[in-house]
């Protein structure tokens, strides 16, 4: 694929939506970080359901500490991986209050030293809380980029290392959360909706339909 028709890819997808956010609900860094830890293997829905519940209650580290791991368990019982997950957040609380103040950190490395948090929700929290522009890889943009061939890779990290070179320096803040609404509900893994993306004359999926 050539560099004009990965920009004009970009340009279709801001044009649709120009500003483009997360699904995820959350009102503060901290509230993101937790959110995105708890929503591996996990759907925003059901990660929303629960942080409802959770935030009102506790938003902080400290009030996440004072919790303690069983109450939190009980909060995000319905999320898959919970009690590994509030072992993870008790231990990532612990951490900010102790390494950094209670504020969540703006850097790569702090980041990913935090329990449960890889490379791909250190980005999420870089780029969402923060605005810097990393692409965070999930299964939805490794579809999208390897189908349309955007971005192919053999791996998460081989797309995230392509779609940094890419991607067009204007559209990089926002390209994680095109290409993820865009996978989520146009190019689905088991369909691809290719009689309703805006993209399609420019994706250059081979089985798609002519």
């Known amino acids: 694929m050539n560099a004009a028709k990965r920009k004009e890819i970009f340009q279709r997808l801001r044009d649709a939506n120009p500003h483009p956010a997360t699904e995820l609900e959350y009102s503060s860094p901290f509230e993101l ?22 935030y009102p209650v506790a938003n ?59 490379r791909k929700t250190a980005n999420v ?19 999208v980029a390897n189908r349309t061939r955007l971005a192919p890779g053999k791996d998460v990290r081989e797309v995230e290392d392509k779609l940094e070179k890419f991607v067009p320096a204007e559209f990089k803040v926002d390209a994680h959360h095109w290409l993820i609404l ?21 994706c250059e999926y081979p089985a798609k339909p002519l």
């Open 60 to 118: 902080t580290p400290a009030a996440i500490l004072a919790l303690g791991e069983e109450s939190l368990a009980d909060f995000i019982k319905t999320i898959g991986l919970y009690k590994t997950k509030a072992k993870n957040v008790i231990a990532t609380c612990r951490l900010l209050l102790e390494k950094h103040g209670g504020e969540v950190p703006q850097t790569r490395e702090a980041l990913e030293a935090l329990p449960g948090v890889g």
């Open 33 to 54: 970080l937790i959110s995105v830890l708890l929503s591996a293997q996990a759907t925003d829905v059901g990660v929303n359901k629960a942080t409802r519940r959770l």
């Open 125 to 143: 929290v870089l780029n969402t809380a923060f605005g810097h522009p990393t692409i965070a890889v999930d299964t939805h943009i490794f579809r």
């Open 182 to 202: 865009h996978g989520r509900y146009v190019c689905k893994a088991r369909k691809p909706e290719c009689e309703r993306c805006i993209i399609a004359d420019l």
